[in-house]
Each structure stands twice: as structure tokens, then as C-alpha cells.
């Protein structure tokens, strides 16, 4: 709009304000010459006035403002004011404003933006420090003519639907929305039965301490935390020596390796977060999300190791028998190094039964893998 501005400023003369020549002039510019019912377009109201050192002509702008001006019948939606330009000896003023027209009795007819008076004065300098005021001027604004076209003939008594929908289509829509509302409904059941599902255990709680739990840690846990007492206990013994915690803790474990060797059941009890944990017993814990903490321990000795050695049939692997006689041998070293009046505890042989308790819990561990259990019977 700037743009305008400098080219209508161009056109004008650049000469100092003679007889004849305006003090003011201005004019309108519409987006559109013809608009229908409801219809936005802007109209600019654009005025050039005479500004030198020894005249200025100040038009009074508080009437110009968006909401300040009616253009009754038109609705004034908005409007802006740009800064004002400079150009030779004019000064450029301009106000924007967004019009619409909502009359059903003017389709068809040409509808006007009303007229405009701008009051303005014209001060004269007449000395170096004084300036004469002159009286109230008004510079009247033509109308602007704007064409109001039509949507419908001048006859028609009613409005005339376009669109091409049938009965046909209707009843369609009508179907998909009523599958949508079923679908909805089943998803959002689906949505509840999963939450209720997801919060049963948490209404249960955790079982008390001292209670055998219904479901029980999977051996593959009960084998790792074994193993892993016993490798602290490998590192611990190798700078320190034996002592009767070290012996006892070491034959706990073996026994529960033994007994998940020879497939015995497990003693398991429910521990809480912060409850000790009982002599001859190790605390496993398991799971992430909902973590179970309980005490494992097992009475296997090494007769009963010799005896499910018996019980195996000529298809036993030679890996399995020398997992079950290092075992038997293990827990005899061992219980001999803790129960016996004189306890004797080689350093080398204890820690050799470690070290093959650690071997067959790292075969349990693969053994009771539940993915490779289901993937080897595939």
C-alpha cells in the first residue's frame, strides 16, 4: 500500500502549494467492485494534505478510526492505520478498512459507502515562533458505489440447495456412523476389561511373609542368584580363607543347585522388602515390573544325589553323571568343612566344589530357559 502511496505522490506536483492547488485531497480504492451477501472486502480511504515550513494542513484523524467511523449499511469487521508517508510536500494518510453486507433487500441492487466529511485546518507559520490557526474546514468524500450480486433469480421465494445428496447417501452415512458407535463401544469395553485385568494384582497386594507363594520363582532365577553367591563367595575366600559364614553359605547354595539338579522341589517362602532373611536360607528376588522377593533352601545331601544317580537309565549322558558325582562330592566336602567336630577345610578341594556347583548352574540356567525349552521341542 506504500507503493500506491509513492506513485500517487509522483503524480502530484513537487512545486511549493500555489493558488488553486487543495490543501487536502482524498480518495477511495475497493478491493471489489461487486461483493455478494456476506461477502468480505476492504475499502482504503487514502488522503494527501499539504505539508511545508510555511503551511500544514492538519486533518483530524480521531474520526477515521475503526471505531470511531460508520458505514451504515455495511458491518465494519476491522481495519488497520499504516504509518504515514512522506512525499515532497504532501504528507500521506491511510486507513483500511474490512467491510461486509448482510441485507437480504439489497441483492441485485447497487449499495453505497456512505459519504465522508473530514474535518481539517490549515496553520500558517508567520514568524519563526508563531503559527496561525485557521477555522474548522470539512472535506467532503463522495459515496462509493458497491454492486450487490445475486445468488438466486429475483423471483425465487426460497433458497435452492446445490448439493447433490440423495436419500441413498444419507442412509449410508447413517450406517457408518452407527458401526463407528459400535466399534467404539467394543474397543472401549476391550479398553476397560484390560484395566481391571492390569490392576487385580495390585488389589491383591503382596502376600504376607512366611506364606508360600502360588506362583513360584522360575528355576532359572533360583539357579542364577545361587550362582551368583557362590562367585562372591569365590572371590571373597580367595584373600580371606574360609570362615563358617563362607562354609554355610556355600552349602546352602550347592544344596539348591543340587536340588534343582536332581529335580526336587525348593523351599520357597515370601519375603517382605525389609524382612531378614533366615538362617540357611538365600533371598531371591525376581521381576521388574512387580518384583517378588522370597527365601529358597533345599535339605538335599549327597545321598540323595547318589541315589537319583542310581535311578538313571544307560541313556544318561556322560555330561549329566560326572554334573551329578562333582555334586555328591561337593556337598560331602562341604558339609564335612561345617558339621564335622573337626572340621577340615582344604582351601584347593572347597574351592573346587565351588567351582563345579558353578558349572552346574550355569547348565541349569540354560536348561530352564523357557524360550529354549519351547524352541528346542519345535
Not at 487543495?22 to 477511495?28: L, Q, Y
Request: glycine share 6%.
Amino acid at each position: 500500500m506504500r507503493t500506491i502511496l509513492v506513485i500517487v505522490a509522483l503524480m502530484l506536483p513537487a512545486v511549493a502549494p500555489a493558488q488553486g492547488v487543495d490543501p487536502i485531497r482524498c480518495w477511495w480504492q475497493s478491493s471489489a467492485g461487486a461483493i455478494t451477501i456476506g461477502e468480505s472486502f476492504d475499502v482504503t480511504l487514502t488522503c494527501a494534505v499539504i505539508e511545508t515550513e510555511s503551511m500544514q494542513v492538519v486533518a483530524d484523524e480521531s474520526r477515521l478510526g475503526v471505531a470511531a467511523i460508520q458505514m451504515a449499511p455495511f458491518e465494519i469487521l476491522g481495519g488497520s492505520h499504516p504509518a504515514d508517508a512522506h512525499r515532497l510536500q504532501r504528507k500521506f494518510l491511510q486507513y483500511h478498512y474490512q467491510l461486509r453486507l448482510v441485507s437480504a433487500d439489497a441483492i441485485g441492487r447497487d449499495v453505497n459507502v456512505p459519504a465522508l466529511a473530514i474535518p481539517y485546518r490549515v496553520h500558517t507559520r508567520v514568524g519563526p515562533a508563531a503559527a496561525l490557526e485557521g477555522r474548522d474546514l470539512n472535506y467532503l468524500m463522495p459515496a462509493l458505489p458497491i454492486k450487490v450480486l445475486s445468488l438466486v433469480p429475483k423471483e425465487a421465494i426460497d433458497i435452492r440447495d446445490g448439493s447433490d445428496a440423495s436419500l441413498g447417501a444419507v442412509e449410508s452415512l447413517r450406517f457408518r456412523s452407527s458401526l463407528f458407535q459400535i466399534l467404539a463401544v467394543a474397543l472401549g469395553a476391550i479398553a476397560a476389561v484390560m484395566a481391571v485385568m492390569a490392576l487385580m494384582p495390585l488389589a491383591r497386594g503382596a502376600p504376607k511373609a512366611g506364606v508360600i507363594a502360588s506362583d513360584r520363582l522360575p528355576d532359572r532365577a533360583v539357579a542364577s542368584h545361587a550362582a551368583r553367591v557362590l562367585a562372591d563367595i569365590q572371590a571373597a575366600t580367595a584373600g580371606d580363607g574360609w570362615t563358617d559364614e563362607a562354609v554355610a553359605r556355600a552349602l546352602a547354595s550347592v544344596r539348591v543347585i543340587a536340588a534343582l539338579a536332581i529335580r526336587r522341589p525348593v523351599s520357597e517362602k515370601v519375603l517382605a522388602a525389609t524382612a531378614p532373611v533366615p538362617e540357611g536360607r538365600l533371598a531371591v528376588s525376581h521381576g521388574r515390573v512387580r518384583t517378588r522377593r522370597a527365601s529358597v533352601s533345599s535339605p538335599v545331601t549327597a545321598a540323595d544325589v547318589a541315589v537319583f544317580g542310581s535311578t538313571l537309565d544307560d541313556a544318561a549322558s556322560l555330561a549329566h553323571r560326572q554334573h551329578l558325582d562333582g555334586l555328591q562330592s561337593a556337598l560331602a566336602d562341604l558339609t564335612a568343612a561345617l558339621y564335622q567336630q573337626t572340621p577340615v577345610r582344604d582351601a584347593a578341594t572347597l574351592s573346587e566344589a565351588v567351582r563345579h556347583a558353578l558349572g552346574v548352574a550355569s547348565d541349569l540356567q540354560r536348561d530352564r530357559n523357557a524360550w529354549s525349552t519351547w524352541w528346542s521341542r519345535r
